[in-house]
């Protein structure tokens, strides 16, 4: 027997429960997983409170993982019982053990450990997309990040300072600031007590940014917009204070490009997938990027870990224990 959290609502995060599950042997071209570390992401929150649909109720959400390969189903070639692996966007995570295809699973090297592998692999490889692909970051640019003290924004920070990008990054708190100077960001700003906007321009002379990375929607989207350098890319690829309104998209500037992106379209295929993977693990072995776990939770705990990141205490990435 083992255990799992389960959901039987959706709604705040006194809907998630701690249940027994029994675990079948995995099927054809499925692996067991014995889970060592969970990630803890922000769209895991749409889905628990129904802003996000699920396929059926009750569920177990939590898109991200890692562990060891305890049993392999018919045709399984991709790994062994005994391989150390992680996996992102396979949702499930939220359990000790699960039935996983194997073709989701990544490898992990033996520099990367478990606890780093679940906490940064979907927002490593959302990072390289966005860096990599929506709008390819060259040396000399200079780019803005929302939330850069969060998961995703940490991590953006580092692999944007190493592309040789200025790295101007907005934050909540003066603590949040120091985090994310910490990881390469050049020039953070408190857009709780700043214009935003107005500091991008001071600081580029007016200028603007290359890329804006969004990912805080209703909230910042317009101002967004309004510090992108003529042939400048905003990549919307999340909305944490709300999602913007259909209006906003027709004030889109001129000469600017928009894309609205998701990891889903850039790991379609296996090879996708290991390719952001060896990217992201390639960046971390050169200490170019590190994978920071600013907070750990027990999985059973997992409504206190969403509390936090509703409320905006959390910094760079969390992992829950099983
Ligand atoms: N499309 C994709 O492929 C993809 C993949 C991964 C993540 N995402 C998106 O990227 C964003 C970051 O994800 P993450 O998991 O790394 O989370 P995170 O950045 O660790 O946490 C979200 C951060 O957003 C900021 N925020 C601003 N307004 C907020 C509000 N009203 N409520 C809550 N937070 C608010 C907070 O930072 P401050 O306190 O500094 O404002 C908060 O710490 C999320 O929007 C997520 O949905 C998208």
């Given at each position: 027997m083992s255990k799992?959290?389960?959901?039987h609502e959706?709604g705040?995060p006194e809907?998630?429960?701690?249940?027994?599950v029994t675990?079948?042997?995995?099927?054809?071209?499925?692996?067991?997983?014995?889970?060592t570390a969970?990630g803890?992401n922000?769209?895991?929150?749409h889905?628990?409170d129904?802003s996000y649909?699920?396929?059926?109720l009750?569920?177990?959400?939590?898109?991200e993982?890692?562990?060891?390969?305890?049993?392999?189903g018919?045709?399984?070639?991709e790994?062994?019982v005994?391989d150390r692996v992680?996996?992102c966007?396979?949702l499930?995570a939220?359990?000790?053990e699960?039935?996983?295809?194997?073709?989701?699973?990544?490898?992990?090297p033996d520099?990367?450990?478990d606890?780093?592998a679940?906490?940064?692999?979907?927002?490593g490889?959302?990072?390289q997309y966005?860096?990599?692909q929506?709008?390819?970051?060259k040396a000399?640019?200079?780019?803005?990040i929302h939330?850069?003290?969060?998961?995703?924004?940490?991590?953006v920070c580092?692999w944007a300072?190493?592309?040789?990008?200025?790295?101007?990054?907005t934050?909540?708190?003066?603590?949040?600031?120091?985090s994310a100077?910490a990881?390469?960001?050049?020039?953070?700003?408190?857009?709780?007590?700043?214009d935003?906007?107005e500091?991008?321009?001071?600081?580029?002379?007016?200028?603007g940014?290359q890329?804006?990375?969004e990912?805080?929607g209703?909230k910042?989207f317009?101002q967004?917009l309004?510090?992108?350098?003529?042939?400048?890319t905003?990549?919307?690829?999340?909305?944490?204070?709300?999602?913007v309104?259909d209006?906003?998209?027709?004030?889109?500037?001129m000469?600017?490009?928009y894309i609205r992106t998701?990891?889903g379209?850039?790991?379609?295929?296996?090879?996708?997938?290991l390719?952001?993977?060896k990217?992201?693990?390639d960046?971390?072995a050169?200490?170019?990027v590190?994978?920071?776990?600013g907070?750990?939770?027990p999985l059973k705990?997992?409504?206190?870990?969403?509390?936090?990141?509703?409320?905006?205490k959390?910094?760079?990435q969390?992992?829950?224990i099983?």
């Amino acid at each position: 027997m083992s255990k799992a959290i389960i959901q039987h609502e959706t709604g705040g995060p006194e809907v998630f429960k701690w249940e027994d599950v029994t675990i079948s042997d995995p099927g054809a071209g499925e692996v067991r997983l014995r889970q060592t570390a969970v990630g803890l992401n922000f769209i895991d929150t749409h889905l628990r409170d129904g802003s996000y649909p699920l396929a059926s109720l009750p569920a177990t959400i939590g898109f991200e993982g890692a562990g060891v390969v305890e049993a392999v189903g018919d045709g399984v070639s991709e790994v062994s019982v005994g391989d150390r692996v992680g996996y992102c966007f396979a949702l499930g995570a939220y359990t000790q053990e699960r039935n996983i295809p194997a073709g989701s699973l990544i490898p992990l090297p033996d520099g990367v450990g478990d606890k780093e592998a679940a906490a940064g692999l979907l927002k490593g490889m959302t990072a390289q997309y966005l860096l990599r692909q929506a709008y390819r970051v060259k040396a000399g640019d200079t780019v803005l990040i929302h939330a850069a003290a969060g998961g995703v924004g940490t991590l953006v920070c580092q692999w944007a300072k190493h592309l040789g990008a200025t790295v101007i990054g907005t934050v909540s708190s003066e603590e949040k600031a120091k985090s994310a100077a910490a990881h390469g960001c050049d020039h953070p700003i408190n857009y709780e007590t700043e214009d935003f906007a107005e500091r991008v321009q001071d600081i580029t002379g007016g200028k603007g940014v290359q890329a804006v990375y969004e990912s805080i929607g209703v909230k910042t989207f317009l101002q967004s917009l309004s510090v992108l350098a003529p042939h400048g890319t905003l990549a919307l690829f999340g909305h944490a204070s709300g999602p913007v309104p259909d209006e906003y998209f027709a004030k889109i500037p001129m000469d600017r490009y928009y894309i609205r992106t998701t990891l889903g379209a850039y790991t379609a295929t296996r090879e996708d997938r290991l390719t952001l993977a060896k990217d992201f693990f390639d960046v971390v072995a050169q200490g170019a990027v590190k994978i920071e776990i600013g907070q750990t939770f027990p999985l059973k705990d997992v409504g206190r870990a969403h509390a936090a990141l509703e409320a905006r205490k959390t910094t760079g990435q969390t992992v829950l224990i099983p």
